[in-house]
């Protein structure tokens, strides 16, 4: 039987961009199945790396499954933790039986752990192959952490998990959890950003610095909603006010914060809905980092579940939650990303709510449409376009609970390029003695098409030099405003990078002190 590497070296003239669909029906004819995308380019790169063949940009893009997921300039890797006890009794969270308390085990993240036992270091080594195969390069990668509560779990638990994942990913099996992250600030795959989530309620200054000693840099906190009789009638079991102070305490560290909200709540309306996303907008309390939307949707064996049943609760319909989200949408200042405008869970598990899970697409689209484009981060990145322009500097203000922030970036005719989030706390936070005198860097990021640490000089965004010139203008203002020394809440992956810089490890921050020569 002839195989798919020779039957490729027959067809070499239809192994172009234009004639790939043509290519791939011979293929198929030959081999009785269309081969993969991935098994095609595996065999197009042995044929460049043999000297057979030279290589074609556009060719690898085509090639590349999904190549969305790599378009914000890091990989994302979600891992799940084992199912535990959570501390909620939300009335419209689902428990399935083996899953962590709010997740369902058709989820693309959850299936993959489920299947493996909720291993570590399996769900690890499963998504470096998928991708890396499929054409993604995997040198920058943000770790997702999932499974609930972070708090709720054992410490042993977590430290043990955070090694293991650290360790698959460095390809190398370390004494320790700190060894492990020294290790990785110089391997060839690097963590550049890593996440949990929790509830505000569970988010105290202990909880904080255990965040910083794994290596955490954003924290998804669910709050559902900005209304106190909202977030009792559906039991949450924590207030405003301390969602407030975890925001703070997670902002004083440098910690990212992503909120998840859910609009058509029991005890919500449309108008209530924007009116509670425009106070999480413009409340110093509160002023996300990110944001991810979850409307309501009632699942099987929930107690929101016999509220439906009984006629106590209703959702809104696909038209009048559409509109819901449009008017968040467009009130979404531009400090703010969404990360998500809707949950991607089966149909079979919605009782009532949205089935459309693609629903972001719409409202993009009628957006647009209407003249009104969503400004929030997500929406503006630049994504694979070529760097052919000179982005402006731009430098928002914003007044905060606990402190200043400015929002500095780089950005030209809507699209934005490059991001800095620069914190001048009002009191050094007492967790940290490193941070005595700080101005904090909460974020850097350069968007655009992920590139390999290898890669120099090139016409895309990444590699420029913008993160450089972000980080000289915040110490700049940091400078001005009265501040000695700079950290950077860097993860482990980057520390090389703010070496370069001229910042050093102090702790568990990256620091510079700005009177220092050079």
């Given at each position: 039987m002839t195989s798919l590497s020779e039957l490729i070296y027959a067809n070499l003239t239809l192994l172009t961009p234009t004639t790939l669909p043509t290519l791939k029906r011979v293929l198929g004819r030959a081999l009785g199945k269309t081969p993969r995308d991935s098994d095609i380019r595996a065999v197009y790169l042995a044929l460049i790396k043999s000297g057979k063949l030279?290589?074609?940009?556009?060719?690898?893009?085509?090639?590349?499954?999904?190549?969305?997921?790599?378009?914000?300039?890091?990989?994302?890797?979600?891992?799940?933790?084992?199912?535990?006890?959570?501390?909620?009794?939300?009335?419209?969270?689902?428990?399935?039986l083996g899953m962590p308390k709010s997740y369902l085990s058709d989820?693309?993240?959850?299936?993959?752990?489920?299947?493996?036992?909720?291993?570590?270091?399996?769900?690890?080594?499963?998504?470096?192959?998928?991708?890396?195969?499929?054409?993604h390069v995997t040198d920058k990668i943000e770790l997702i952490v999932i499974g609930g509560t972070f708090g709720s779990y054992p410490e042993s638990y977590k430290r043990s998990f955070f090694k293991d994942m650290i360790d698959t990913i460095n390809g190398v099996v370390s004494e320790t959890l700190e060894d492990a992250q020294i290790y990785n600030e110089t391997a060839k795959r690097r963590i550049v950003a890593m996440s949990v989530e929790t509830r505000p309620d569970w988010i105290d200054e202990k909880e904080v610095k255990l965040f910083r000693e794994l290596g955490v840099t954003k924290v998804q906190v669910g709050v559902q909603a900005f209304d106190?009789?909202?977030?009792?009638?559906?039991?949450?079991?924590?207030?405003?006010?301390?969602?407030?102070?975890?925001?703070?305490?997670?902002?004083?560290?440098?910690?990212?914060?992503?909120?998840?909200?859910?609009?058509?709540?029991?005890?919500?309306s449309p108008e209530k809905d924007v009116e509670m996303a425009r106070l999480m907008y413009e409340d110093p309390r509160f002023m996300?980092?990110?944001?991810?939307?979850?409307?309501?949707?009632?699942?099987?064996?929930?107690?929101?579940y016999e509220e439906w049943k009984r006629g106590e609760y209703q959702p809104y319909s696909d038209d009048l939650l559409k509109d819901v989200l449009k008017n968040i949408c467009k009130i979404t200042p531009p400090y703010v990303r969404i990360d998500r405008l809707v949950r991607d869970i089966s149909r079979k598990w919605v009782a009532a709510g949205t089935h459309t899970t693609n629903m972001r697409q719409y409202v993009e689209a009628e957006l647009i449409k209407e003249g009104t484009p969503c400004q929030c981060i997500r929406c503006r990145e630049?994504?694979?376009?070529?760097?052919?322009?000179?982005?402006?500097?731009?430098?928002?203000?914003?007044?905060?609970y606990g402190g200043s922030e400015h929002l500095l970036t780089f950005e030209k005719d809507q699209k934005l390029y490059s991001l800095l989030r620069l914190r001048l706390p009002e009191v050094s936070s007492p967790l940290f003695p490193e941070l005595s005198g700080c101005a904090i860097i909460r974020e850097i990021h350069t968007?655009?098409?992920?590139?390999?640490?290898?890669?120099?000089?090139?016409?895309?965004?990444?590699?420029?030099?913008?993160?450089?010139?972000?980080?000289?203008?915040?110490?700049n203002i940091a400078k001005v405003a009265g501040y000695k020394k700079v950290a950077v809440i860097s993860s482990i992956g980057t520390r090389d990078y703010y070496r370069k810089l001229g910042y050093g490890?102090?702790?568990?921050?990256?620091?510079?002190?700005?009177?220092?020569?050079?």
């Open positions: 030279e290589s074609n940009p556009d060719l690898l893009r085509l090639l590349t499954t999904r190549e969305v997921r790599t378009l914000s300039g890091v990989t994302p890797f979600a891992v799940m933790m084992k199912a535990y006890t959570c501390p909620g009794l939300c009335t419209f969270c689902p428990l399935e989820e693309p993240a959850a299936a993959r752990a489920k299947m493996m036992n909720f291993d570590p270091k399996k769900q690890i080594e499963s998504r470096l192959t998928q991708l890396e195969e499929t054409g106190e009789a909202i977030l009792k009638r559906v039991k949450r079991g924590h207030s405003l006010d301390a969602v407030g102070e975890a925001t703070r305490l997670l902002k004083d560290a440098g910690i990212k914060v992503c909120y998840h909200y859910m609009p058509n709540l029991p005890g919500s996300p980092d990110f944001l991810k939307v979850y409307p309501s949707q009632v699942i099987p064996k929930t107690e929101l630049v994504k694979a376009g070529e760097y052919d322009v000179q982005p402006e500097l731009v430098d928002r203000e914003l007044n905060t968007y655009g098409k992920t590139l390999s640490h290898k890669d120099k000089v090139t016409q895309k965004t990444q590699h420029q030099g913008l993160g450089k010139r972000l980080m000289q203008e915040a110490e490890r102090v702790g568990l921050y990256m620091v510079k002190d700005l009177d220092q020569k050079g």
